[in-house]
């Protein structure tokens, strides 16, 4: 590893880019341009002792020996400091030991030479969240991790080892008492992160490839970093309204007949639900942008007989495009020069679902255009979404070589370079189409990404199973995507792999009925999960779980608005909005909806009841209407139906009538559920003439659709309540643009 001249520079007030002067050449994926306040100064130029380089209104940061870099607060707290120390040995493998490892059969992560490696001190009892969307709980302190986009579909737990996931998210959030900061290694390289696994005493990260360029993000809360870092790598703008629906899916429904009786079923067991997703059976022999005349005869009729129902068609998308002459897609890369290449310039072969396959080179703009283009045939036949999968990429014929060549827009690049972002750009170029083909919100999903793909598309977390363990890090793994800036996530309810029972699938669909993206997905050869399979029991739960979901829709669509303003995730762990409370800061089994919801589901086989934390307030029992103090455990009985739902008193929820999908006409009537925040102050205020306790809630509207609301096409209502009555409910409007005005508003006191 050779030592680097690194420099530094205020990109504002809370957020640093320290970084070697070859970063400078670098295109990054993920930050947009960077309006820097100040020079950069050269750390070596300052001399021995701690000496202040620099200083903003919020940092000051010091240097040590012309290299190890100190950051303070400017009350002169310390917040992250470079290790200064000996570096204890990785104890890695031998090559004799992975031979042996090998020749057994095992799949070894092995770590690549890094190019270099920066180590940083932990200077008390740090947590570190983040990471995308790797695996086990929400502090990621103590064990190491790889960023490497893999299609790895063995059960994924966190142990130790480096654990490559689907993405690639190499930003983190450090969580001390008297601190907290993130940092964004913007490298799109093999990329490693040791929190503390290697020594207790410092945590480290480093790349196989690149040049050291990182990011160091302050603020006073986790939502400010997490607004810092959003900042540099952008927000997910508004979805489409109905893309927050319930959503069913299964590889594969294989033809028009399965998929008219599909939404028959969905229609008879009253079950909401406003897509059905078509996997890789729908291709003509899985040639992507193609459909099977023979499946498939006439999709365009499908799609308007669902869209009666109020049911629209997702597609998958799989980059591998069929090596076949004659196959137009495949014909036009090749005489275009739009695929990836072998270091002697041939194009690149592996095999995915159609077998022998080539990789569109998404790094060139001219590809994304054409790629991007390809939507068109598919929304011209009433498909309204893509779900792009397999973007690692996924390779059935060993990995692709590192030195596969991208020839983007004349900068050549090797595959060890691109792997970690082709997912994302993938999800550029289908953003782009899909947004010039239909002029409405692109409705994208991806299963790979890198920094920044928020932007673009929404994302689950791949083949997970129909384990209980799988649904228990369900919750922290969408938590930390959410603080990795991926907002609008979700995981295969009822596990993709493997056979749910009845009870997993309750339990999964309980858990998840606040996710954004809230899909019930199951491999072929599983047992089939959807709502009905099961029993009446089974059948009654999901649809009192995805009914649910549907009645705080108006919430979702708050938050989501929200997030495309500050980059807050919708799912929360509790220490975002409680973080001078460590109860939470390891609270893995409990989430918080924007900062009024509290959920807290059952994810044991088994289990009738639960403990469930109540940060400080009081918080109302939402089923049962309970009023309890917090800052202390509870025990809550939870019956197979029951998933513990709790309400912040002091909160206005947004909620909308029972419907069967969200179509414009049924969105025309608000139901504002307000929890007064002191049930006995109310009265006694009432009876005595006075105002309670005022609470106040900012509420958005547009047409759910498209861009119009950039125009100033949006409603922007305020709403105040006080005292018990809904005659103490007042409203008005701070943006009018928006004509499809609420109709009725009312209010329900709880
Ligand atoms: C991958 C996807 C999965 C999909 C399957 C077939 O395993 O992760 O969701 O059903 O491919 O397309």
Partial sequence: MKEEQLYIQAVNDQILRIFSKDALQKQSFAVGD????????????????????????????????????????????????????????????????????????????????????????????????????????????????????????????????????????????????????????DNTYRSYFDMGYEDTRYYSFGAAGGVPDYYFIGGDTIAEVIYGYTELTGRAPLPQLWTLGYHQSRWSYGSSE??????????????????????????????????????????????????KQGIRLVSIIDPGTKAEAGYSLYDTGIEKEYFAKTKEGEVYHNAVWPGDSVYPDYTSAAVRQWWGDQAELLTSQGIQGIWNDMNEPASFQGPLPDDVLFYGDGTVRRHEEVHNVYGHLMAQATYEGLKRATGKRPFVITRACYSGSQKYTTAWTGDNQSLWTHLQMSIPQLLNLGMSGMPLVGTDIGGFGANATPELLCRWVEASCFAPLFRNHSAKFTRRQEPWQFDQRTLYINRKYIALHYHFLPYLYDLCYEESLTGMPVLRPLAMHYQNDKNTWECND??????????????????????????????VDYWSGERIPGSRYILREAPLEVCPIYVRAGSILPAMEPVLSIQPENMKKLILEFYPADRQMGKENELAGKKGQEVRYIHYQDNGTDFAYQDGEYNLYEFRFSGERSSGLSVSMIHEGYEGKYQTIEAVIR
């Fill in 258 to 307: 399965e998929v008219r009786s599909l939404a028959e079923k969905l229609r008879k067991y009253e079950i909401p639900c406003d897509a059905i997703h078509l996997d890789i059976d729908y291709m003509d022999h899985f040639k992507v942008f193609t459909v099977s005349g023979e499946a498939f005869p006439d999709l365009t009729g499908l799609g308007s007989e669902l869209a």
């Fill in 590 to 619: 409990e989430y918080l909806v924007g900062s009024q919801i509290l959920a807290a589901p059952v994810t044991s086989q088994g289990a009738k009841a639960r403990m469930v934390y109540l940060p400080e307030g009081t918080w």
């Fill in 34 to 185: 960077i309006q820097a306040l100040s020079e950069a100064i050269p750390l070596s130029e300052v001399g021995a002792a701690k000496e202040k380089i620099l200083e903003t209104r919020k940092l000051s940061v010091k240097v040590a020996g012309g290299r190890f870099l100190s950051v303070f607060d400017r009350e002169g707290t310390l917040l992250c400091e470079d290790w200064d120390g000996e570096r204890q040995e990785t104890q890695a493998l031998s090559e004799t030991e992975l031979e042996q490892l090998r020749a057994e059969g095992h799949a070894v992560d092995e770590m690549a030479a890094q190019a270099f490696s920066v180590v940083k001190r932990f200077v008390g009892d740090e947590v570190v969240y983040g990471l995308g969307d790797k695996t086990g709980f929400l502090n990621k302190r103590g064990y190491q991790y790889m960023m490497w986009n893999s299609d790895n579909p063995d059960p994924h737990v966190e142990n130790g080892t480096f654990k490559a996931m689907y993405k690639s998210i190499p930003f983190f959030i450090v969580l001390r008492e008297d601190a907290v900061y993130g940092i964004f290694l």
